[in-house]
Nanobody, 130 residues
Framework: QLQASGGGLVQPGGSLRVSCAAS????????IGWFRQAPGKEREGVSC????????YYVDSVKGRFTVSRDNAKNTVYLQMSGLKPEDTAVYYC?????????????????????????WGQGTQVTVSS
């Protein structure tokens, strides 16, 4: 089970950290992805982090503003968001994809395609507004 948390209301330019905690399995062996969906828009892959070498992917619109990281001891993955913009407003979901082969994990991380992910957490709402 995945539990996403940390969403909220923040002003433009502000920061927020959302968390994805796993229970029942170790995140070490999973590629973890953050996805978002705004009303009337398709789901978008925001960021992914690999299970092997912690390689990462970011969609162009968040590069330089968002940072994904994992704390295996806490079995949690974080998405630190800064310089938030109104267009970042969405429900943010985390998802897990099992991959113990480093090369495969790296490829799937680079694709960050939600259709390839096995487990999904419930979403957490992030609203950027003044």
């Amino acid at each position: 089970q995945l539990q996403a948390s940390g969403g909220g209301l923040v002003q433009p330019g502000g920061s927020l950290r959302v968390s994805c905690a796993a229970s029942g399995f170790r995140l070490d062996y999973y590629v973890i992805g953050w996805f978002r969906q705004a009303p009337g828009k398709e789901r978008e892959g925001v960021s992914c982090i690999s299970s092997g070498d912690d390689s990462t992917y970011y969609v162009d619109s968040v590069k330089g503003r968002f940072t994904v990281s994992r704390d295996n001891a806490k079995n949690t993955v974080y998405l630190q968001m800064s310089g938030l913009k109104p267009e970042d407003t969405a429900v943010y979901y985390c998802a897990a994809l099992q991959s113990r082969i480093r090369a495969v994990a790296a490829v799937k991380t680079a694709r960050c395609n939600g259709d390839e992910f096995d487990f999904w957490g419930q979403g957490t709402q992030v609203t950027v507004s003044s």
